[in-house]
């Protein structure tokens, strides 16, 4: 019949999203060339991918 569930009436219901959020802070422009950065993103992509969540990545500026 080609019924999907809607996803955002079972967050409502669950009070689940099923998104993970990896919020890096950062000053530097050139962030994503650190290989460290790229090495956590590309961890927590592949944890994910075992997983039905969604990944999120904020990128937040330190406030001075």
Not at 31 to 57: N, Y
Request: aromatic share 4%; with cysteine; proline share 5%.
């Amino acid at each position: 019949m080609g019924y999907l569930p809607n996803r955002t009436a079972r967050a409502l219901a669950t009070q689940q999203t099923g998104i993970v959020a990896l919020a890096i802070s950062h000053d530097r422009p050139e962030l994503f060339a650190d290989p460290f950065v790229a090495q956590v993103i590309v961890g927590v992509s592949a944890a994910r991918e075992e997983t039905d969540l969604h990944l999120l990545l904020c990128l937040a500026t330190a406030s001075r």
